[in-house]
């Protein structure tokens, strides 16, 4: 059941030593104003995932939130490297979980599917894959050996979308964002699922554009209405990255005023 | 951009565009330019029948600039878009052959870094991540992997984390052989089980300049080529493509970081695996 919420109550809820999945990708739709909550809420000992982190990552270390961050990239994309998971990851004060694709989302998809494991070719003879300790299986049909992705389930999931309805079905643009699947992913694999949307919209909007819906009620817990939520990063269909903050932002080495909505914005 | 960042990167588009063949499909990502522009630059010339998928997009028919704009520049000059999750599915089966791969460091065997320098629990630079690069050189039929700048410290006789691996494994069964070819902004190394081996260097460039700028053992046969650029036909497929450059871009001298003044081995773009999102 979908509840119409608040964002602090809402992130002011997470447990601390929560295991919490960040949707977006890279500069896009990253949940911040959500991030920020959860900041504010006091919120700590996170092990954070997210396929694509940047300025979400960046916030909760600034915050002192995080225990652990599994990712398959945390950067600023074009503009470069991101400064606090760097100077993190190079001084161990957080503990830096390096996933590849294959890794990071089989193992959602096994939570997603409902199975035990996942069998991948991926991987094989990769230091960072063999960190990660994994098993292996051998197919009983070939006898082939696979790397044994285990589900991974969130106990919260947070995604940054363009709008829902009361009831919680989720409508994502069209044409599709590059990786809005990955979002969609994470909520499916997830205990708890979060959405901040731009807008909240009557149903009646939604089902005159049923084509756009990528979640539904039944799975989506909380919907905050959030406008701006994602900035400075995309949000599509409303407003592109706003790369002169994420450049500020690296080019100061990581202030966080960079990150402060302005006038001149 | 310099004419010579032109030049140099026109070889490497040239060199990358003729690894694609008919009845390929390539897995290029927004983050790469230059692997962008060879797969345009094919379809455009020796494959017409290669398929390209574009951050999500299938064979957009648009210049470069519009293409890595992202889904919305592309709508109506493509015929659809494809899942992330699904093209994950079409590397594993192999529906997709290709893609190119552009690391921090390539080895002489030809294993990828995209990771780390230094050990693990206190690197002395950690690299934004590498995507994919972990995974598809065990998946795919080929991976390619491109530098744009040739310089000893990105070429060690050992990268200082195996992302990605060189042949090894299972391979055989499963018709994957890692990295195969290497292309750089001086030259064509080849990998195989014996290592690596310069097959061409680019007009201009002295086998010497190119054995100094690497750090690991190559072998140099008695047949290596100048590496051909491109010939008129692709001069004016790339002009129509990429009349503005846009192609040269990861050439480009970069400023200065943290990490670069701590000695990483690349520049501050990070290095990009095929899949990466837009910005």
Redesign the interface.
């Known amino acids: 059941m979908t509840a119409l919420a608040d964002l602090d109550t809402i992130a002011g809820g997470v447990a601390s030593g929560s295991c919490v999945y960040l949707g977006g990708a890279v500069l896009r739709r990253k949940p911040l104003a959500f991030v920020r909550a959860l900041v504010a809420a006091g919120v700590r000992d996170l092990d954070v995932v997210t396929f694509t982190g940047s300025l979400d990552v960046e916030l909760l270390l600034a915050g002192d939130a995080v225990r652990s961050i599994s990712s398959a990239y945390v950067g600023l994309g074009s503009v470069g490297f991101a400064p606090r998971f760097s100077a993190a990851a190079r001084a161990g004060t957080v503990r830096d979980v390096e996933h590849t694709e294959w890794t990071l989302l089989g193992r959602l998809r096994a939570a997603a599917m409902g199975v035990p494991f996942l069998p991948t070719r991926a991987g094989a003879g990769s230091e960072v894959v063999d960190a990660l300790g994994f098993e292996r299986v051998r197919d009983p049909y070939s006898g082939a050996s696979y790397l044994a992705l285990p589900p991974l389930r969130p106990d919260v999931a947070v995604l940054h979308a363009w709008r829902a309805s009361p009831a919680g079905d989720v409508q994502l643009p069209w044409p599709p964002e590059h990786l809005w699947d990955v979002d969609v992913l994470a909520a499916r694999a997830a205990e708890r699922v979060v959405v901040t949307v731009e807008e909240v919209v009557p149903e009646a909007t939604v089902a005159a554009a049923p084509e756009l819906t990528r979640l539904f009620g039944f799975e989506v817990d909380a919907v905050v209405e959030t406008p701006g939520g994602a900035w400075p990063t995309a949000s599509p269909p409303v407003h592109d990255t706003d790369e002169a903050a994420v450049a500020a932002y690296a080019a100061s080495g990581g202030d966080l005023d960079a990150l402060q909505r302005t006038a001149a914005r | 951009m310099s004419d010579q960042q032109l030049a140099r990167a026109d070889v490497m588009v040239a060199v990358m565009a003729r690894q694609i063949a008919d009845g390929d499909l390539v897995g290029v990502g927004?983050?790469t330019p230059l692997a962008v522009a060879a797969a345009l630059l094919a379809r455009a010339t020796s494959a017409p029948d290669a398929h390209v998928l574009v951050?999500?997009a299938m064979d957009p028919d648009a210049d470069l600039a519009t293409v890595l704009a992202?889904?919305?520049a592309?709508?109506g000059r493509t015929p659809g878009?494809v899942?992330?999750?699904?093209s994950?599915d079409m590397a594993?089966r192999q529906a997709m052959t290709l893609q190119f791969l552009r690391p921090a460091e390539v080895d002489g065997r030809g294993n990828l870094n995209t990771?780390?320098i230094g050990p693990?629990?206190?690197?002395?630079?950690?690299?934004?991540?590498?995507?994919?690069?972990?995974?598809?050189?065990?998946?795919l039929p080929r991976v390619v992997a491109y530098l744009p700048r040739h310089r000893r410290r990105n070429l060690p006789p050992r990268v200082s984390?195996?992302?990605?691996?060189?042949a090894?494994?299972?391979?055989d069964?499963?018709r994957?052989r890692?990295v195969t070819l290497l292309v750089t902004d001086l030259a064509v190394i080849a990998f195989d089980e014996r290592g690596a081996t310069l097959r061409s260097v680019h007009p201009g460039v002295e086998v010497a300049a190119v054995l100094d700028a690497t750090g690991f053992t190559i072998a140099v046969g008695d047949d290596v080529e100048v590496t051909p650029g491109p010939d008129a036909l692709e001069r004016a497929a790339l002009a129509r493509i990429d009349p503005d450059g846009v192609r040269a871009r990861e050439l480009r001298a970069r400023p200065t970081?943290?990490?670069s003044d701590r000695g990483a081995p690349v520049d501050?773009?990070?290095p990009q695996?095929s899949?990466?999102?837009?910005?």
Do not use: Q
């Open positions: 927004l983050g951050g999500g992202g889904s919305r592309v709508l878009f899942s992330h999750l699904d994950m594993e990771s780390r693990a629990a206190a690197p002395a630079v950690r690299f934004p991540g590498g995507l994919a690069t972990g995974d598809v050189p065990a998946l984390c195996v992302t990605g691996a060189a090894g494994w299972d391979a069964r499963f994957a890692g970081t943290t990490d501050e773009r990070s695996a899949t990466r999102s837009g910005s």
